[in-house]
């Protein structure tokens, strides 16, 4: 039971996500974490999830923007409904 164990700890893990790579691939089959790359690699992969992680804020800010827009157009819409309602009702009695 011992070897098993001391055969786990000498594998090689991604520094990322911490799976078992294999000592030969350069990518990590999980993250795509370059383990065994270049330093221009590792530079590409760090700078490929910070642009990510800025689209996901761009989006949400974006979502953001477009609820706010749908909750003005609602209120308007109902606000424009009760005075038709109350405008109808009121001078419903009239013959054009």
Known sequence: MEEISNLENTQPVC????TIVDAE???CSSCGFPENGTDKDVAQFHAKNAMKKNQHMDADKKIKSA????YVMAGITIVFATITFFYKSRFSHINY
Not at 15 to 18: E, F, L, P, R
Request: aromatic share 10%; hydrophobic share 35%.
């Open 25 to 27: 691939s350069i990518f």
């Open 67 to 70: 609820r706010n827009t749908l």
């Open 15 to 18: 520094s990322i996500c911490k």
